[in-house]
């Protein structure tokens, strides 16, 4: 993209509503735009962002087996007076009348609606396991939004939700999710850890938080250090194997947010092992059996002939979230530093004096290779001077930059820039490209 | 995907409330779901198909220099206000109060936003042209919802908007998103003709709404036989050219629906010219100057430093209404005749008698053989008839069916089933994946 046709309108002040770093990076690196409480419009360079987080969650939740459906963002209210939640949801559910003033509402999640579906179509144990899942608008009319895209009103998240046909198959179904969330954090270039959250009245152990750890969390968090470098399942998991001995791994050592924090069992782990930090929640899982398959009447005939209500779970990331939970742990005083898997660009071309010939030439010369090397490629071709050139690229967090300018290509060389070390070399330009297309193989 | 383990919940009975062949078809093949009137949930096969659409909507925008960005579903009504449109919308505008009683809507369009964002951040010409899109969803509070997706409350919808310093530059941001238009729905396999469409107050030339010509369609469409034949722009056409010439062919030929039909121009067309057809509306292209800049103050700074309203125009695509245009245009008494190109699977693998051996291995080798070709492709490993296998894939469309069976077998053959013509062929199962792979190079 080059930089003269793109629309990306930098603030050069730090606005004050801003009460965060990342609410402030974004709305300085023109990432989005606030058009009401809570309510923002994703501008192109955070959009970019946000459908590249959108795309690893998809990947992992379909090489775990899910399969992506799409629910729509109005509900009507018949489904939540079924389940009984329409009146125990308060002011959060944003309630709206139809033109025939039918009870409607946004929905703010979707365990009534799938739950009718299921039951619409489902009728046998031998079509489950099954989980469904949607990556859509949410809308919770939260008292008051803050803190950017970490507490909107409107939300983009994905929700999956599993239907097995008794505990024991469920609990697998949750192990499922419980290791694609692992890999997809993980893809994400952040460090999640799994802790268990309350189960609410079901009780059990099948009800986690994946917290990402940031200085700047909303919680706080303690658990084993060795959790840190705990590995994460690769690509080859095989989903239809027994997953227990990976959770079981990951939920032996001590890992708690502060709202379950027991100091006894925190004092039993090893001095040196001991982390208390901050964190950030990004993700929840949960199995909450038969809760709205009870009284939705969603049941499923047995091998041995009998009805019985579906076992299901519930998985959430918060996916508009995950793009400020990312800024948070990973900026510098001058912007974002985006782990590679999520970066708006790859790499970027800064030429330092647009209308020189030579430059230009260059400049557009590694623009054209970057691209070829499929690169998804910014190139700065205004005439902003280069101080600004420099803070735009740093801001909005391109891992590699290419700066090229007469000085340097008269002896012949350009600089390449890494944007999270700060390391500048000055090399040939076959030497930056082939350094740019290493880099980024291994990263993949 | 195995059929076994996918979710494609088929209907034996066509539902009563289906008026449309496209909203029948989209019921019985699992595609859809309805939760409301005119609110739809998409089921994994019908997203599969909505996403093909919008992915080819989205590269065409991209490649005539729009850029992506995404606006909220739910506008704080202030905006409307402003322009002056929102006592105007009258009930189709979803009008929802939040938990502070301030007056918000669900967008049913974005002129307002988008000005606003406009106003916010560019005051010169120099950054114009600008083309900003969207691909949301909308909500229309329609009186009486109908013909599915054709007319949904709930619609997905691609929406750009174009501003320039001036009319001359207007008309050529309009050139561009016309040339866009053709090349879109040429590449869903669809004829559409540009039809001259009432342009409002302003008058002139530049509003159009392109027609698909379906038998099934809900206007009457009269237009020029030579527009069937009209080359489409390649992909090479340079959208920074004068794109005049192009834009000329198509609108010199008689094109109108019957609202704008003019029975003496018709007249002048060589009568074994003249079409006499029906069409679904599924795109809209319209100028419309400085309807909303004026009111909402959205000015840029001239060349020689005046300060002037911007022009403005808007570009819909119905992308959910394509799924249901696409099914009208083409389709047979068995089912729904994908085009290549937004197939929800590419091919497909029909075991005949799972559990014999011979045929379970030839049908794992050659499923795995088309997902190493790069083929979207489905597997029906099932224990159902063979009569009812058949069925499910010509209602559903698999444009490519691979029948394995013992029979067949025992003389080395499979048989290659084309969805569209019904052509079968009884082939070495080397030859039959050799077939499908040149037809998928040829169709791309």
Chains 1, 2 share one sequence.
Not at 33 to 57: M, N
Not at 193 to 222: C, N, Q, R, W, Y
Not at 276 to 297: C, L, Q, W
């Amino acid at each position: 993209m080059r930089l003269s046709r793109y629309f990306l309108p930098i603030l050069k002040e730090t606005p004050k509503e801003a009460e965060i770093v990342s609410h402030r990076l974004m709305l300085r690196a023109g990432m989005m735009r606030q058009q009401a409480a809570g309510i923002y419009s994703w501008l192109p360079l955070g959009l970019k962002v946000l459908r590249k987080i959108e795309g690893i969650v998809r990947e992992e939740q379909n090489r775990a087996g899910a399969l992506e459906m799409l629910m729509p963002t109005v509900q009507p209210a018949d489904l939540w007076i079924e389940s009984g939640r329409y009146d125990d949801y308060g002011k959060e559910m944003l309630r709206i009348s139809d033109r025939h003033d039918r009870s409607m509402l946004y929905g703010p999640t979707n365990e009534e609606m799938i739950t009718e579906i299921f039951r619409s179509y489902v009728r046998s144990f031998r079509d489950l396991p099954l989980n469904l899942y949607h990556i859509q608008w949410k809308f919770r009319d939260e008292v008051r939004p803050r803190f950017g895209v970490m507490r909107g009103r409107e939300f983009f998240m994905k929700d999956a939700y599993s239907f097995d046909l008794d505990k024991e198959s469920a609990r697998r179904a949750y192990h499922r999710m419980f290791v694609a969330y692992l890999r997809t954090f993980a893809r994400l270039g952040m460090q999640a850890i799994p802790m268990k959250a309350d189960s609410g009245p079901i009780g059990g152990d099948m009800s986690h938080e994946f917290i990402v750890l940031a200085s700047t969390g909303e919680s706080g968090v303690f658990c084993h250090k060795d959790l840190l470098d705990m590995p994460v399942p690769g690509e080859d998991v095989d989903f239809d194997s027994d997953l227990s001995p990976i959770v079981d791994a990951w939920t032996s050592l001590y890992a708690a947010t502060d709202e379950k924090h027991d100091e006894a069992a925190f004092a039993a782990v090893p001095e040196d092992r001991r982390i208390a930090a901050r964190g950030i929640e990004v993700g929840h899982i949960f199995y909450f059996g038969t809760k709205y398959s009870d009284p939705m009447n969603a049941k499923v005939t047995t091998a041995d002939g009998q009805n019985v209500p579906v076992h299901m779970g519930s998985y959430g990331i918060g996916v508009s979230r995950l793009v400020g939970a990312i800024i948070e742990a990973s900026h510098d005083d001058n912007g974002i530093i985006w782990p590679a898997s999520v970066a708006p660009f790859d790499a970027a071309v800064v030429n330092l004096k647009q209308g020189d010939a030579a430059t230009d030439a260059m400049c557009e010369r590694l623009y054209g290779e970057m691209r070829a090397a499929g690169f998804d490629a910014l190139y700065d071709d205004t005439d902003q001077r280069a101080g600004a050139k420099f803070a735009t690229m740093d801001l909005i967090g391109v891992p590699w930059q290419v700066v090229v300018g007469p000085k340097g290509l008269a002896s012949g060389e350009v600089e390449l820039k890494n944007r999270a070390t700060g390391e500048r070399a000055s090399l040939t330009p076959e030497a930056a490209m082939n350094r740019l297309v290493a880099e980024a193989r291994g990263a993949s």
